[in-house]
């Protein structure tokens, strides 16, 4: 029997706005039915929150016509107007920004303060884009002969199928589709089936914002029927792009969808972040940081720190602080509770996996400080693992949950060396008050972002990506655009000197 959370016999409705709880496909600026649906449930309780239209590869070969048909009238728009439609969009999410975060905590399960923060972050990109859009420059290149100019010119690359996660289901498509909008692409946007409700949410708000039909289609599907509607849109000869975020398993999959039709690709992959803490590190910051990083999310995120390397002089301090945090800040509960930092983990396959990678650490010596048990559902209690060591599974492949293993070093060289004995590289974080150290490790350390003495680093402005095999490109920053345009070179000849 596990331990029980009695807030879950509790009844939470989901009460928002009547426009903004949609179930159906949006394809070519109209509700879509498909044959079937599948449900989506609330991951804290089970139950049911909506029915919704479980499209097939018929659906998707529509949206993609859709998007491919309104391109051509979507790339003459001006950037300007490009711009003021953007931004119309972002000012309505930001006055729907309670009703957006309902719907997050209720199909994903994050707290609703972490929810509020989702929106207010997803908007982020749709307004940093409407300011991109009307920044998309070319170059005018010194020729070597007299009588011809040349130019470069960048164009948008037509359309892009987005397939997005459930960790994030509104800001991981905006940061995506602001970039494609503002490019002048259209998309076609395949949510997971776990967090369907907030992507048509943001359709319907497309639409009020008067986003053109056709430029944002969303192909809502089931698990059963992702791999079908995946392969349509990472092959059909209408789709010139492709921009996915989840695990490296299937992004090598879809890469080898689109190499056939050879497609720009996009991939936000998986992480698996190491977090170290120096003996010159503000030990209140790096705790402060700690908590942060891992948990967000209840640890569900493809940025938090995954493994942490505690050097030997601060490392048992650390240790004491950090469970003392731990059990001060963390509450585990149902997302709509005010009180509740911790939700429940997608769903019971995301459980069994910290209980297993737990057991397997504790079998080869690991100790639990704090945690270690699972909860009613898809809940689990935040767990402090000491002496852990390498060789364990919680240090060798990414967690995505509530899990902290502590490992102890000696030196800087040792720690980096742990860090980046891995075949993915997304975020890492290490605290530390030496400026020669920061520097060093800051190079050495294989990622593709690094926060120094700061556990949360993602914001519009800053290039988000990983190296390795945690992906392909960036997206925000002014570099966001680029996957998305295309460098076309124009020589314009035979010119009287």
């Not at 596990?2 to 928002?16: A, H, K, N, V, W």
């Not at 994903?108 to 420059?137: D, N, Q």
């Not at 199928?161 to 259209?186: D, E, Q």
């Not at 999959?253 to 689109?258: E, G, P, R, T, V």
Request: glycine share 8%; with cysteine; net charge neutral.
């Amino acid at each position: 029997m596990l331990p029980g959370l009695p807030m879950l016999s509790r009844d939470y409705s989901l009460s928002i706005s009547a426009d903004l709880l949609r179930t159906r496909a949006f394809i070519d600026g109209r509700w879509v039915s498909a044959a079937s649906s599948f449900p989506v449930v609330d991951p804290a309780t089970g139950r049911e929150i909506a029915s919704v239209s479980n499209c097939g590869p018929r659906e998707a070969e529509a949206a993609v016509r859709a998007a491919y048909a309104a391109f051509q009238e979507w790339k003459r728009r001006s950037a300007k107007e490009r711009s003021l439609l953007l931004r119309k969009w972002y000012e309505l999410l930001t006055q729907h920004k309670e009703d957006l975060a309902k719907l997050i905590t209720a199909e994903c399960g994050k707290p609703m303060k972490e929810s509020l923060g989702e929106v207010a972050y997803s908007a982020s990109f749709l307004e940093w884009f409407s300011e991109e859009a009307r920044r998309v420059y070319g170059d005018i290149v010194p020729s070597p002969a007299k009588d011809r100019k040349i130019l470069l010119l960048k164009q948008p690359v037509g359309v892009a199928s987005i397939i997005t996660p459930w960790n994030f289901p509104s800001a991981m498509i905006t940061r995506k589709v602001g970039a494609a909008l503002a490019a002048g692409c259209t998309v076609v946007v395949k949510p997971a089936e776990d967090t369907p409700l907030s992507a048509l949410a943001l359709a319907e708000l497309a639409a009020q914002a008067g986003v053109p039909a056709g430029v944002f289609n969303v192909v809502p599907c089931s698990r059963d029927r992702t791999p079908a509607v995946g392969e349509i849109l990472c092959t059909d000869p209408l789709v010139a792009k492709v921009s996915f975020t989840g695990s490296t398993a299937t992004g090598k999959i879809l890469l080898k969808h689109a190499a056939d039709t050879i497609k720009k690709v996009s991939m936000e992959l998986g992480g698996h972040a190491p977090f170290i803490v120096f003996d010159s590190a503000d030990l209140d910051k790096a705790v402060a940081g700690a908590m942060a990083s891992k948990f967000r999310n209840s640890g569900q995120t493809c940025v938090c720190s995954n493994r942490f390397l505690v050097q030997s002089g601060i490392h048992d301090r650390f240790l004491e602080r950090l469970g003392k945090a731990m059990d001060s800040e963390l509450r585990v509960g149902h997302g709509s509770e005010p009180s509740t930092t911790q939700g429940p983990l997608i769903d019971v396959r995301a459980v069994e996996k910290v209980e297993h990678q737990i057991a397997d650490a504790v079998a080869q010596g690991a100790t639990v400080l704090r945690g270690g048990q699972r909860l009613e559902g898809s809940f689990m209690q935040p767990t402090l693992l000491a002496n852990v060591t390498t060789d364990m599974l919680c240090t060798r492949e990414e967690t995505f949950g509530p899990l902290v293993p502590v490992l102890k070093f000696d030196k800087e060289e040792e720690a980096l060396a742990i860090a980046n004995a891995s075949q993915v590289g997304l975020a890492g974080y290490f605290f530390s008050r030496d400026i020669d150290q920061i520097w060093r490790v800051a190079e050495q350390l294989e990622v593709g972002m690094v926060g120094v003495n700061e556990g949360l680093l993602s914001t519009p402005e800053a290039a988000f990506g990983g190296v390795k095999q945690s992906g392909l490109g960036r997206e925000g920053s002014k570099y966001g655009m680029e996957d998305y345009l295309d460098v076309k070179y124009m020589c314009f000849g035979g010119l009287t000197p």
